[in-house]
Every structure is written in structure tokens, then in C-alpha cells.
């Protein structure tokens, strides 16, 4: 199929989140031609997406207020697939196929919330809080609507926040951390003012609301929709009445992109040198695929990569001090929302593992590899790619999803028609760690 | 811009603030995106595009994730039922 538009720059960014914005807004300001393509509608990320919090709405503008003077190209709404050939990557729009070239890129693809499985979380209105809080942003009413907000991670209040400002009711914020590691993480947020501030603007909007340690969904019930949820309390079942369950396990990043393109991986994560420069030369990556470390350690990690792919690696070193300090952060985020082994038993002999499929856990139980359940359950054949299920599983059985192939997305087969080479063999992960 | 948008689901008409997605439109219908391949009504879960839970032929285009496209007015919208 012929390509609708072709597009030109020296520094493709991918992913229009803080990472890739800061990196765009960097390289184009060097006097490059910057483009930045993203798969939503508009620029921002999810942190970013519209309609965020006041705070987050004033940083977020002034960087994008950069992006037009310094001359970046946007490119919304169209998700990368394949690359064709090297330098050269193929996405897809709602109705049109675009190419991309380029001479250095930056990887920004962010991360996605990570969902356990338990009995009942396929209902409706069972959603990730990310994915809730998404969805309210996109204009679902929320108001008087009860939500149980559950999981882990720094999200859950974030959200709950928000909701709460939307006039949804909060039952309860149940974390499935201790109060022991979550007293060690408020300690370690003392060397950081900025964090308390936000820290203390959370307090405020969430007065009155419940929040509770060692807690976490054993099922949610509901025939056609849900209506309520038993958590796990202190050991002890509690069940309570809601119309929302907002429930994610933390953040996984998104390295499926990095890996088709040979980028290795190391602990799960993007490897990096000082510049942000992947083991593919010419590839930088920043942000959530080098560590989850929030939008502070995106802002810094983006610059860098976008000043490193035009050569300017004297501006670039000067971030390195602030980047040293924003990573402390990431380090304690993944000490303090570790998940508990108990969460491994919440799912039934009957709980869906893999939703595309259908797959239960009854039928992954008896496999040795992520390989094998796929290749005889279908377990993350689906169109997800295995991208809710594969975190799950390499959870709950410690199986590595370690390969990608292309089409990195599902496409429309017109798209794939032309291009033989998207069937060729799977794109193992290097082994540079466990990955 | 007008405030409001309206379109089909299943036929039947809804209204949505300017700037929801389909996956607004759908949930405010009342419906389900997608019914599984064992028969399970499935909504939203990501809301970012990631799990494909929220799929849904939109303008006769099946497959399409509700959740990253935006509603125009007189838009169709149908789901599995």
C-alpha cells in the first residue's frame, strides 16, 4: 500500500508525553528538524492528558508553549507499527498510513498500568485507575458515582484526588503496601520540598477520605455490571457497595517499541548510557521505559536524549546532576510498591488471566513458559499483544514475555499489504539481565 | 465549538460533552464495548489504548479503540450485543 504522507526529520521523537515533549522542545530548539508522533488525539501523555491538575496544567503548558516557536512538527493520532527499514518507521491513523524517517530518535512510549487478576475484574466498570481517571478526563460523568479506588502506587491518591474534585464519592483508597514501607516512603520524600508540596495538596483534597494500608480487592461482584467489592482487610474480607472499581497495580513500562528496534533491556527496562542513548546507535530513550520515576525524571531524562541525538552533549551534561537526584526517587517508588505475594493467590481456578482469549487461570497453571501458554492456550495471542496478561503472568508465574514481532500494534491489513518483511521472525530481547 | 456532541450508539442517540471519546459515548449509552469470546459483556480498562477491551466499529470501521477517537457529531457507533 502507498504511504498517504511521508515526513522528513533529522530527530523523530515517539510518545507526546513530558519525556517527548522535552525532548522535542530541546532538539528543535538546537535548530533541527524535530518531529514528535503520538497515538492519542492530542499531545500530553497521560499525565499531561487534558484536564489534569492545576499544578501539573501549568508545567505542562509552558513546555508546550515551546513546541511551536522551535519549529516541532506534531503528528497526533497515529501509531507506530514497523519499521521498513532502518531509519524509516510506518504508522497508522484512522484511515491512513503515514512514514516517518529520520536521523536520530527518541523513544518516549511511556508506561501503562499494571492489572492483576482476581475474580470478577473483566466486569464493566471495572477499570484501572489510570484508566478510570482517563476516561473522566474524556468526559465520562462521575459525579455522586461511589468509587473504590485499590492497587498500589502513588497513582491511587492522584486519582482519587481527582475523582473526588469531579464529585465522585471515595469509599476507601485501598493500598496494598504496609504502612511500615509507606511511613518509609513519606520519610524519604522529606529530601525532596516539591514532592511534600504535592504531597500536602493530596492531603487536602483527600481530607475525610478513607486511605488504607494492607488492603486489596479479593473480588469484584456484579452480573452484568458491578455493584460491589470484597477487599482484604487487615486478612479479613470486607465488602463494600460501589459503581466504580479503579484498580492498578503501578506502572509497567512500554518497551515493545524499543525492543523491535534491538534496543537491549536490562532488569525490564530500556539500558541507557549517560546520554540516553540505547544500545542502538542513533536510538535514545527516556522516561517511564528507563525507570518509573514520574513526570520530574521524564522532564529531565527527555531533555538529555533530545540534546544528546543533535550532538549538544555539553547542555546535556548539565542535567545530569538533576537526573542523579530524580532517579533516587524512582529507586524508593519501586522499594516502597513491591507487590505482596499474597496478591499471586487472588485468582480463581475460573479467573480470566488473559482477556483477549478468554484464557483462565486453571489452563495457564500447568505451563512452564510464556512461550508454551501461548502456544497452547492462546494466552496473549489476542489483540494486546499479551500487554495486559504478559505483566500479570510474569507476575503470578514469573514467565518472561521476551519477544516482539511486527506489527508492534494490530493493523489493518491493507497497511501490512507491500511489506512482506513485517512477517519475519520474532525480535528476541537481548540478554542483558531478566528481562 | 458547540458544548455538545451528538451521535448513534446501537441506533440509539447520545449526547456527550465536546471532546469525549467513543468510549464516553458508549458507557453513557449504557452498553458494553465488546462481548468476549466466552460471552462476557467487557468496557473500558486502560482508557489509554493498550488493552483493547474498549474496541468498537465506528463508521463502519470495526476494531476501532473507542477510547483514542474523538466523538463528531453524527457519528455511528455500534458494539457487539
Keep these: ?435 | 465549538m458547540p458544548s455538545q456532541v451528538t451521535l448513534t450508539v446501537n441506533g440509539s442517540t447520545v449526547e456527550v460533552p465536546a471532546g469525549a471519546t467513543v468510549a464516553v459515548a458508549v458507557a453513557m449509552a449504557g452498553q458494553a464495548c465488546r462481548i468476549s469470546t466466552s460471552g462476557e459483556p467487557r468496557g473500558p480498562l486502560c482508557g489509554m489504548g493498550i488493552c483493547f477491551e474498549c474496541r468498537a466499529t465506528i463508521n463502519g470501521n470495526a476494531h476501532c479503540r473507542s477510547c483514542q477517537i474523538l466523538c463528531e457529531p453524527g457519528m455511528e457507533v455500534e458494539t457487539d450485543e
Design chain 1, 1 to 435: 500500500m502507498s504511504r498517504d504522507s511521508q515526513y522528513r526529520f533529522d530527530v523523530l521523537v515517539v510518545g507526546g508525553g513530558p519525556a517527548g515533549i522535552a525532548a522535542a522542545v530541546r532538539a528543535a530548539e538546537c535548530g533541527v528538524r524535530v518531529g514528535i508522533v503520538d497515538d492519542n488525539a492530542t499531545l500530553g501523555g497521560q499525565i499531561w492528558r487534558a484536564g489534569s491538575a492545576e499544578g501539573d496544567k501549568k508545567e505542562a503548558a509552558g513546555w508546550r508553549r515551546r513546541l511551536r516557536p522551535a519549529g516541532v512538527t506534531t503528528v497526533c493520532g497515529k501509531r507506530i507499527f514497523h519499521q521498513s527499514e532502518p531509519g524509516v518507521l510506518l504508522a497508522e491513523g484512522a484511515d491512513d498510513l503515514i512514514e516517518l524517517s529520520y536521523r536520530s530518535l527518541v523513544l518516549a512510549t511511556g508506561a501503562r498500568e499494571r492489572f492483576l487478576p482476581f475474580p470478577g475484574w473483566t466486569l464493566p466498570n471495572v477499570m484501572g485507575a489510570g484508566g478510570l481517571q482517563a476516561m473522566v478526563k474524556s468526559g465520562l460523568p462521575i459525579r455522586n458515582q461511589r468509587v473504590v479506588v485499590a492497587g498500589t502506587g502513588p497513582l491511587l491518591l492522584a486519582v482519587a484526588a481527582y475523582l473526588r474534585s469531579h464529585g465522585a464519592e471515595i469509599p476507601v483508597i485501598c493500598e496494598q503496601a504496609s504502612w511500615s514501607s509507606l511511613a518509609r516512603f513519606g520519610a524519604a520524600l522529606i529530601s525532596r520540598p516539591e514532592k511534600i508540596v504535592q504531597a500536602l495538596q493530596l492531603k487536602k483534597d483527600l481530607a475525610g477520605v478513607r486511605l488504607v494500608a494492607n488492603c486489596w480487592p479479593l473480588a469484584a461482584h456484579g452480573q452484568e455490571s458491578l455493584d460491589s467489592v470484597t477487599l482484604s482487610r487487615d486478612g479479613k474480607p470486607e465488602s463494600i457497595q460501589c459503581d466504580y472499581l479503579a484498580c492498578g497495580f503501578h506502572l509497567v513500562p512500554n518497551i515493545e517499541l524499543p525492543i523491535l528496534l534491538g534496543c537491549q533491556i536490562r532488569g525490564g527496562y530500556v539500558e541507557v548510557d549517560d546520554f540516553q542513548e540505547t544500545t542502538a546507535q542513533g536510538i535514545f530513550c527516556a522516561g517511564e521505559p528507563t525507570s518509573i520515576g514520574g513526570v520530574d525524571l521524564s522532564l529531565i531524562e527527555g531533555q538529555i536524549a533530545g540534546l544528546a541525538a543533535t550532538g549538544s552533549t555539553g547542555e546535556a551534561r548539565k542535567l545530569f546532576r538533576a537526573r542523579r537526584k530524580a532517579r533516587r526517587f524512582a529507586t524508593i517508588l519501586e522499594r516502597t510498591f513491591g507487590l505482596r505475594r499474597e496478591l499471586k493467590s487472588l485468582p480463581s481456578p475460573e479467573t480470566v488471566v488473559c482477556r483477549c482469549e478468554d484464557v483462565p487461570h486453571s489452563r495457564l497453571q500447568r505451563h512452564t513458559s510464556w512461550r508454551a501458554a501461548k502456544l497452547q492456550t492462546r494466552c496473549g495471542m489476542g489483540p494486546c499483544q499479551g500487554r495486559v496478561c504478559g505483566p500479570a503472568t510474569q507476575f503470578l508465574f514469573q514467565w518472561n514475555p521476551a519477544s516482539v514481532r511486527p506489527p508492534v500494534f494490530p493493523v489493518r491489513v491493507e497497511s501490512l499489504a507491500g511489506f512482506p518483511d513485517v512477517m519475519e521472525p520474532e525480535h528476541t530481547v537481548g540478554t542483558g539481565g531478566t528481562a
